[in-house]
Nanobody, 114 residues
């Protein structure tokens, strides 16, 4: 199973980025698909989750700015990030899982300059 995250980069505060996670498995078999992030010196934190029935949840720090979505036909999970802040700087990881299996992508760096 492979999860390939892309779309990270350097952006100015207030800008936007769109992360994408291409998976080699059928998202229809997964219960939840998420994006996590880890900033230097901090623990990995959950940013956003979308469930198999398309329910979404977000960390309070990103509500109203980030949108998670998936494309089951293409087996991709996306994270649209708008109004980026310097505190959003981190390595972002995609995750998919169900009651039996959990899979992580390799991470993509997002750097927001103030």
């Amino acid at each position: 199973v492979q999860l390939q995250a892309s779309g990270g980069g350097l952006v100015q505060a207030g800008g936007s980025l769109r992360l994408s996670c291409a998976t080699s498995i059928s998202l229809g078999s997964m219960r939840a698909m998420s994006w996590y992030r880890q900033a230097p010196g901090k623990q990995r934190e959950l940013v956003a989750t979308i469930t198999t029935d398309s329910g979404t949840t977000y960390a309070d720090s990103v509500k109203g700015r980030f949108t998670i979505s998936n494309d089951k036909a293409k087996n991709t999970v996306n994270l649209q990030m708008n109004s980026l802040k310097s505190e959003d700087t981190a390595v972002y990881y995609c995750y998919v899982g169900n009651w039996v299996n959990r899979y992580w992508g390799q991470g993509t760096q997002v750097t927001v300059s103030s």
